[in-house]
């Protein structure tokens, strides 16, 4: 055990994995000498040369589009995004290609690679540095999504995405990246892609977030205890194939539900789940299932970005309103 | 050897020319033999006959969108017979008589254009062939990939990759070109030039005089060959093979040939270009040339080339006889390969979608 941040729990488990693994490249922008803007490929060149870790030209969509290769022929590519933000030039590749190799191929190739980004806001920077835009990528059939939240479920979940049969789109959220230090074993180990995690258990709402705004839902659990509500609270973690059975089990118990992203709302993570505790829950609520995210405008720069952002108040003041509801 | 081929010298290489004669004063290239020449002649053969059956298979509405590759065979052919039977192959989609002499059943090709996933099973060690691609050059970074595996896997195995000349202008067509050469991984990539993008003339593409000078850009060597004629193609293909191996890194090779039929059989050309340009090149036919050529060699006579024709003409129609009586997918096989296992979401669709299809609830 060794207490690491989320960023040190990345880099530990590409490095493990790595040595377990022969077929593991990882390549991108400035991840090789650098490793990485962010640090979490440092080390791995290192170790493993420039053979298996390396600075590739600078351009996403060959990211990709030369992973699809690598990946068919049988290696393991964990490529990077350096910004989710700079993602988009290599969208086709993934929508077209990444995604859909298994399915047209009628299983006789596969893409399974792991692409990483870092995803969110609130570290004051640049525009296009601060975007959560994963419902776009949870909205494509043939990909996985997965997000972490703390330092040993990132581990765990990046060892499982570099082990998973299938392609996994990793978003890291580089606000937390540095920000908690946890006790995390030194051996690989894996956390299931697709399980959801009740992080506290609860009778009167079930609170649903994941990534970066973890940090926020876990203050508003806290201080909502105090006051006498107990909230049951679950990281989502796998953002698509989406949980259902956890989450449809917690509202029953619960009766309330809220979600909580960051992001735009509209056709986002917060409707999807709503939907699904509609669906499932409509006789077991106390109060109409509600989502909290970020407003459908352009992410501010950072002079206005605490208007975009969720505090810990905002979702005190929305779960009060929910237990409060009288129909 | 490339050098004394350099396009930006206005040079092209032709070994055959329109009327079966070979220039015999070039000798720095790699000839076929006339076994080869003859095995070339019936696959190009092979593959015409395919592509009038399939425009007239769509004419009876048995076959919906076909893109014919009248007269562009020899490049798709004689690259392909320049290179080994492990190499790798990524195609764009006008590739037909390649995929044939790779050994893909004609039945899985027409699969593919009835709409059915299941023709693009391309079992890695017995084809070594990437599905075709439709998003226009997409598949080229596809073939980096692979080349970088090879290099990393030391087997010793080349990548050819299709793209065509209205691919040149698409963003991934030049990132592989600029990966490729940066990483110096044994790639080809061949530009099947017939002159068109649908209704889009080659030189609306692009300011360069020949694609292939695009690849000095990039830091290799790039050959424009006459692409109708198959020994040229051949020779390209060869050089470039060797050149890999060598580990000399990639070549673009521009086959400058063009397309006798429709873009697809949704098309109608006679919108875009003249009769009196395609009639031109109906002259510089490929198949023609190489008739010409084995006749004069005694190598074959009218009636092996009948002969030849009826025994294709019976294969393709059973070939395509089992790609049109092929069972009908089923809910569970739409489902199946979304992913290795199904996740619980997409059980739970699945079986809505089966109720929904019955008509009944519960
Ligand atoms: C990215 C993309 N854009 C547009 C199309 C539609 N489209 C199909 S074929 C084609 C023209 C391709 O021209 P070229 O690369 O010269 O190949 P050819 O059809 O002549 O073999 C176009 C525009 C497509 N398939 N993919
Ligand atoms: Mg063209």
């Known amino acids: 055990m060794k207490a690491l941040t989320l960023v040190q729990a990345v880099n530990d488990a590409l490095l493990v994995e790595m040595r377990l693994n022969p077929n593991i490249i990882v390549y991108g922008e400035d991840v090789g000498v650098e490793g990485g803007v962010f640090r979490a490929t440092t080390g791995l060149q290192k170790e493993f040369g420039d053979k298996r870790c390396f600075d590739s030209p600078l351009a996403e969509s060959a990211l990709a589009g030369t992973a699809v290769g690598m990946s068919v022929l049988g290696l393991k590519p964990v490529i990077e995004m350096q910004f989710s933000g700079f993602a988009w030039p290599a969208f086709n590749q993934i929508i077209s290609h990444v995604a859909r190799f298994r399915n047209r191929t009628r299983g006789a190739m596969t893409t399974d690679m792991v692409i990483r980004m870092p995803y969110g806001g609130g570290i004051r920077a640049l525009e296009h540095h601060s975007e959560s835009m994963e419902a776009i990528w949870a909205h494509i059939p043939g990909i996985k999504v997965v997000i972490p939240s703390n330092p040993y479920d990132a581990k765990g979940l990046l060892i499982a995405a570099m082990r998973h049969a299938d392609p996994v789109i990793f978003m890291e959220p580089k606000r937390l990246y540095r920000s908690i230090k946890q006790e995390v074993p030194d051996d690989a180990y894996t956390i299931e892609i697709g399980k959801a995690k009740i992080v506290t258990a609860g009778s009167d709402l079930t609170l649903l977030s994941y990534g970066a705004q973890m940090k926020e839902a876990v203050e508003a659990t806290f201080q909502l205890k105090t006051r006498g509500i107990s909230v049951e609270l679950i990281d989502l973690r796998t953002i698509s194939p989406i949980d259902k059975k956890t989450i449809i089990a917690s509202v029953k118990k619960t009766g309330r539900f809220l979600v909580v992203h960051e992001g735009p709302q509209s056709y986002g993570i917060g409707g999807e789940l709503v939907s699904t505790v509609t669906e499932n829950c409509f006789t077991d609520l106390f109060a109409p299932p509600a989502r909290m995210s970020s407003p459908d405008i352009t992410p501010p720069l950072p002079r206005g970005e605490r208007l975009y952002l969720i505090s810990t108040d905002m979702i005190v003041n929305k779960i009060m309103e929910l237990i409060n509801y009288r129909p | ?362």
């Open chain 2, 1 to 362: 050897m490339f050098e004394s081929y350099d396009p930006r010298q206005g040079k092209r290489l032709q070994i055959m020319d329109e009327t079966g004669n070979i220039n015999v004063s070039i000798k720095d290239v790699p000839l076929m033999s006339d076994s080869e020449i003859l095995i070339a002649y019936q696959f190009i053969l092979k593959a015409r006959v395919a592509d009038e059956w399939s425009v007239s298979l769509n004419r009876q509405g048995r076959l919906p969108t076909y893109p014919p590759g009248k007269g562009q065979e020899a490049n798709s052919v004689g690259s392909l017979m320049a290179m080994h039977k492990e190499d790798w192959f990524v195609p764009a989609f006008r590739e037909l008589g390649g995929m044939l002499y790779r050994g893909i059943p004609l039945s899985k090709v027409y699969q593919i254009w009835l709409g059915n996933e299941r023709g693009s099973h391309f079992e890695i060690e017995k084809y070594h062939t990437f599905p075709i691609s439709v998003p226009i050059a997409s598949q080229c970074l596809h073939a980096v990939g692979a080349a970088y595996a090879n290099q990393y896997l030391k087997n010793n195995r080349i990548t050819i990759c299709f793209v065509g000349d209205g691919g040149t202008s698409e963003g991934d067509f030049l990132e592989a070109l600029n990966f490729a050469g940066a990483w110096n991984v044994p790639v080809i990539f061949y530009i099947q030039n017939n002159q068109w993008a649908i209704s889009v003339p080659r030189k609306i593409q692009t300011r360069s005089t020949t694609l292939a000078e695009k690849a000095f850009a990039f830091g290799f060597s790039g050959i424009q060959v006459d692409g109708n004629d198959v020994l040229s193609v051949f020779a390209a293909t060869k050089m470039a093979h060797e050149k890999a191996q060598n580990n000399q890194g990639p070549t673009l090779i521009e086959g400058y040939t063009y397309r006798l039929g429709a873009h697809t059989t949704a098309d109608d050309p006679t919108i875009y270009r003249k009769q009196e340009e395609v009639d031109q090149w109906i002259n510089k036919d490929p198949l023609l040339r190489l008739e010409k050529y084995l006749q004069k060699k005694n190598l074959i006579d009218g009636l092996a080339i009948n002969r030849l024709k009826d025994e294709y003409k019976k294969e393709i129609m059973q070939e395509f006889e089992i790609a049109e009586q092929t069972p009908p997918h089923t809910v569970e096989e739409i489902f199946a390969w979304q992913f290795k296992q199904l996740p619980e979401d997409l059980k739970e669709q699945m079986s809505n979608l089966n109720i929904r299809l019955k008509g009944s609830v519960g």
